[in-house]
């Protein structure tokens, strides 16, 4: 199923003090780090997910992996779209930089997904009503925005 075809979930959006390409970087290394946690491997190994594990190049690039997701989508400075699925959901967190001024960039966080059947209708109202999703993904964008804006 293409990324454009997986029902809207949600997005998140926030604005960095950096231009697009300076911020790519951040992004990046957010989203390598926060995912290829041992959490989030043991996680990927109890839900089943299609790529458990990290591999391919680093930095991320078109075909690497991290613990639940590959890279579908790494356009430097534009988009990084991850893709997944497990036995409950398959999935598309979207991240897109835009230039939003001077020296500023909106990054927008969308997620994707489908949940079939009755377990992933119950997984999507444990990830969506326990909050823990929208959390997730704030903590991501506010880490690649303070990241983006220390850089030297």
Do not use: C, K, N
């Not at 959006?13 to 926060?34: N, Q």
């Not at 996680?43 to 089943?48: I, K, S």
């Amino acid at each position: 199923m293409r990324t454009d075809a997986l029902p809207h979930v949600d997005e998140h959006v926030t604005v960095i003090t950096a231009e697009p390409d300076e911020a790519w970087p951040h992004l990046v290394h957010v989203v390598e780090t926060t995912f290829d946690g041992p959490g989030m491997r043991a996680y990927a190994r109890l839900v089943g997910t299609a790529d458990p594990v990290a591999s391919g190049p680093r930095p991320l690039a078109e075909g690497s992996t991290i613990p639940g997701f590959r890279v579908a989508t790494a356009i430097p400075g534009r988009e990084l779209t991850l893709r997944g699925s497990h036995r409950f959901s398959t999935y598309a967190l979207v991240f897109r930089l835009e230039r939003a001024g001077p020296g500023r960039s909106r990054l927008r966080a969308e997620t994707r997904a489908v949940f079939p059947g009755l377990t992933g209708g119950l997984y999507r109202q444990l990830l969506l009503r326990s909050g823990g999703h929208m959390l997730g993904v704030r903590r991501m964008l506010a880490a690649v925005r303070r990241s983006a804006e220390r850089r030297p």
